[in-house]
C-alpha cells in the first residue's frame, strides 16, 4: 500500500496573509461593533486556528453569535477571494507535489472555513494532486480528528502530517501518526520527527 502524506494549507503550501488583511478590514467596515484594525502579524498569528477560535481571539468580549457573524462574514468573502485570484504558493510547491505523487497519496486536512481548500485547489489548479481533503468547517472538528477520519475514510495505514504549528505537531500526535515541521510557515514545533527548511525538502 501507498504511504500517504497529509498536508496542512496556510503556513506550509501557501500563503494566504497579505490578501486576508485586506479582507478582514473590509469586513471589519461593515460592522460598526468593530473597533479594531486587521494587521499582517495579527492574521499570522491566527493561522492554524479555526473559525470559533479565531472569533474568540479577536473578540473576546462579544458574545458568541455576535463574533460567529463577522468571523462567517470573512470565510465568505475570503473564499470568494481566494477560488478567483489565489495566494502566494512557496516556492517549488507544483514541482514538489509532482515528485512525492509519483511514490505516495497526497490529502490535506486544515483548520479553515467550508470552501477554503477547494478555492486553493480551484485557482492554482491543484486539485489532481490530492485524493482528498477535509476541513473543520465542513466537519465541526478538530483537525487531530479530521486527519483521524480522512485515514479511515480513505484506508490509509501508513501517513505522515506536514504542517507549520504546534497545533499541527499536536494533530499528528492525536492521530498517531508523525510529523514533519515546515519551519518556513508560522510558527513552532516542540519536538517533530522531521524539519524542513523548504517544501521542496520533502522531496
Not at 468571523?71 to 473564499?79: I, L, S, T
Not at 510557515?185 to 522531521?194: E, I, N, Q
Amino acid at each position: 500500500m501507498r504511504k500517504a502524506i497529509i498536508f496542512d494549507l496556510d503556513g506550509t503550501l501557501w500563503d494566504a496573509t497579505g490578501c486576508s488583511v485586506d479582507i478582514w478590514n473590509r469586513v471589519f467596515d461593515k460592522h460598526e461593533e468593530v473597533s479594531i484594525r486587521m494587521t499582517r502579524e495579527i492574521s499570522s498569528g491566527l493561522m492554524g486556528k479555526t473559525m470559533p477560535e479565531i472569533g474568540a481571539a479577536l473578540f473576546p468580549d462579544m458574545t458568541e453569535e455576535a463574533r460567529m457573524n463577522i468571523v462567517d462574514d470573512f470565510g465568505d468573502e475570503e473564499v470568494k477571494y481566494l477560488s478567483e485570484h489565489g495566494a502566494v504558493l512557496y516556492e517549488g510547491v507544483e514541482e514538489t507535489l509532482s515528485a512525492l505523487e509519483k511514490e505516495h497519496d497526497l490529502y490535506i486536512v486544515s483548520n479553515c472555513q467550508d470552501g477554503y481548500v477547494p478555492a486553493f485547489l480551484h485557482a492554482h489548479k491543484m486539485g489532481h494532486h490530492f485524493k482528498d481533503i477535509e476541513m473543520s468547517g465542513r466537519t465541526g472538528m478538530d483537525k487531530g480528528r479530521n486527519i483521524k477520519l480522512i485515514m479511515e475514510r480513505n484506508g490509509i495505514e501508513n501517513a505522515v502530517y506536514v504542517g507549520d504549528t504546534e497545533g499541527d505537531e499536536n494533530a499528528a500526535r492525536y492521530a498517531g501518526i508523525p510529523f514533519i515541521w515546515a519551519s518556513y510557515g508560522f510558527g513552532k514545533a516542540k519536538s517533530p520527527d522531521k524539519v524542513i527548511m523548504s517544501i521542496k525538502d520533502l522531496i
